[in-house]
T-cell receptor
Framework: KAGVTQTPRYLIKTRGQQVTLSCSPI?????VSWYQQTPGQGLQFLFEYFSETQRNKGNFPGRFSGRQFSNSRSEMNVSTLELGDSALYLC????????????FGSGTQLSVL | AQKVTQAQTEISVVEKEDVTLDCVYETRDTTYYLFWYKQPPSGELVFLIRRNSFDEQNEISGRYSWNFQKSTSSFNFTITASQVVDSAVYFC???????????????FGKGTLLTVNP
């Protein structure tokens, strides 16, 4: 059974640009959540999607958005990139959200120059 | 507001030593869940354990054991006879529980980097 797949693995952008990150959950998993990991702030919850609907949202500005498709694949978009957006973005999937076991991908390392 | 504190930023041990990773949490919720995750150099977080606030029994799984004490708001993790492969960053996390709908909103500690030397 394939794990959670995140693409791309590495990304370099410049300030002001926008970026889209992709996450393919484990087959059959309907919940996808996103986390940002930085050395200073650690791991922070961004948002969670279930059946194409955002159910939960963390404390991030509106520049961070996401969506989920009917096949449960999810994308995360960050517009007007800032230097502080440089981070490892992790995606996690679970069967139905709730407090089921989360399976994480290896993340997308975003560098904003 | 929830908070998870992992006071140990880095720990270095020699193989076969026992090591305990500390986790202290703060929450106003009466029902909540605690987790431990491991992050090896490859980046993905690996689930280790989930414990709910009503279950204070200690748990042992192979070389791993967890000590949950509600009275002190702690959920410590012990590795017995550590191995080099245990080297990773370990995260303690906390989530509230709300009936109905999504209840998955983990608050992570800053993590403890464990290095096990041969």
């Amino acid at each position: 059974k394939a794990g959670v797949t995140q693409t791309p693995r590495y990304l370099i952008k410049t300030r002001g640009q926008q970026v889209t990150l992709s996450c393919s959950p484990i087959s059959g998993h309907r919940s996808v959540s996103w986390y940002q990991q930085t050395p200073g702030q650690g791991l922070q919850f961004l948002f969670e999607y279930f059946s194409e609907t955002q159910r939960n949202k963390g404390n991030f500005p509106g520049r961070f958005s996401g969506r989920q498709f009917s096949n449960s694949r999810s994308e995360m978009n960050v517009s007007t990139l800032e230097l502080g957006d440089s981070a490892l973005y992790l995606c996690a999937s679970s069967l139905d959200g709730g407090l089921a076991k989360l399976f994480f991908g290896s993340g997308t390392q975003l560098s904003v120059l | 507001a929830q908070k998870v504190t992992q006071a140990q930023t880095e720990i270095s041990v020699v193989e076969k030593e026992d090591v305990t990773l500390d986790c202290v949490y703060e929450t106003r919720d009466t029902t909540y869940y605690l987790f431990w995750y491991k992050q090896p150099p490859s980046g993905e977080l690996v689930f280790l354990i989930r414990r709910n606030s009503f279950d204070e029994q200690n748990e042992i799984s192979g070389r791993y054991s967890w000590n949950f004490q509600k009275s002190t708001s702690s959920f410590n993790f012990t590795i017995t006879a550590s191995q080099v492969v245990d080297s990773a960053v370990y995260f303690c996390a906390l989530s509230p529980w709300v009936s109905g709908g999504s209840n998955y909103k983990l608050t992570f500690g800053k993590g403890t980097l464990l290095t096990v030397n041969p």
